[in-house]
């Protein structure tokens, strides 16, 4: 368990955010070509940049800046404009819910130039809620309104769209905060499969604190975040994600739904959603060169 700072801690043992039988979406897309890390530097890992896409990825910490950062998160579009994406393991219940976490987008050097956001609730998985599933180890949060005028998180750095499927064999790149560091890190490098419901990427010098990192697939779109296997591996230079599948995207639609009331989608961009049924493939296969055609939640 290297990826947390939070002593102690393995998993909440309170349930937050249950979801049974809730109905999940589908929406098929080509995401445009996008990225700010150079994809052929793979299995090196170096200072992130500091960009607009990379602003979207903040730090995780105890109640203010002064309590050092323990995990790292992003955010992901929603309607309420307010979703970070991180490990549930960085989130326990009474480490988050109500205030006492909050999220520091594009924290560099002691700074949080964008201002923080309260994390006011949690949704995680029942299967990790209840047994600390290793499968089951991520969770999004609604953040409260942030210190600098009130705004949405999303209106402040902008989100990302949420990949749903398995990213091995693709180019991927994961963007975090080690706990020793005050800036963030980066490297690119092909995701392999880990078992059936796991992906693992070999990127050095991802140590404590890198837990949440998101997995950011050519398009732009988050598909994991470190966490899973051993809360993200017990080797710095190894990490490990779930794949998201269908019980990620029902725990994303309960927590979007849990945020800010959402305006109604204009008539002319809306999309027409097809149910996803559990037998079909997540993502259409691959060829190279070409953009990442992929069942996504998100617009």
């Known amino acids: 368990m290297k990826r947390t700072g939070i002593s102690g801690m393995k998993f909440a043992t309170t349930t937050r955010g249950r979801f049974g039988a809730l109905s999940a979406v589908a929406v098929l897309l080509v995401i445009p070509m996008y990225g700010d890390h150079d994809a052929g530097a793979k299995n090196l890992t170096s200072t992130a940049p500091a960009t607009a896409a990379n602003a979207r990825v903040g730090a995780l910490f105890n109640g203010d800046l002064d309590g050092g950062h323990y995990c790292t998160a992003s955010v992901v579009h929603s309607s309420g404009r307010d979703l970070i994406v991180t490990a549930a393991h960085c989130l326990?219940?009474?480490?988050?819910e109500g205030g006492k976490a909050v999220f520091a987008p594009a924290y560099r050097d002691g700074s949080a130039p964008y201002g923080t956001w309260p994390v006011q609730s949690v949704y995680a998985?029942?299967?990790?809620?209840?047994?600390?599933?290793?499968d089951s180890d991520v969770a999004f949060a609604v953040l409260g309104p942030g210190s600098d005028g009130g705004k949405k998180v999303e209106d402040a750095v902008g989100a990302a769209p949420l990949f749903a499927g398995r990213a091995t064999g693709q180019a991927v790149t994961i963007t975090g905060y080690p706990g020793d560091t005050e800036v963030p890190q980066v490297?690119?490098?092909?995701?392999?499969?880990?078992?059936?419901?796991?992906?693992r990427i070999d990127c050095p010098a991802f140590p404590g604190g890198?837990?949440?990192s998101p997995w950011v697939v050519e398009g732009g779109a988050v598909a994991g975040v470190i966490g899973g296997y051993e809360f993200g591996g017990d080797d710095p230079d190894v990490s490990y994600s779930i794949v998201f599948g269908q019980h990620t995207k029902s725990l994303y639609k309960l927590a979007e739904a849990a945020g800010d009331p959402k305006p109604a989608a204009p008539a002319s961009t809306a999309i027409n959603p097809q149910p996803a049924a559990a037998?079909?493939?997540?993502?259409?296969?691959?060829?190279?060169?070409?953009?990442?055609?992929?069942?996504?939640?998100?617009?």
């Open 210 to 212: 890198t837990s949440g």
């Open 125 to 134: 998985d029942d299967s990790w809620n209840e047994d600390g599933d290793q």
């Open 187 to 199: 490297c690119t490098n092909t995701s392999v499969a880990y078992g059936d419901t796991q992906q």
């Open 92 to 96: 326990p219940a009474d480490q988050s």
């Open 279 to 299: 037998s079909e493939p997540l993502t259409a296969p691959q060829t190279a060169n070409q953009p990442i055609t992929c069942a996504c939640i998100l617009p």
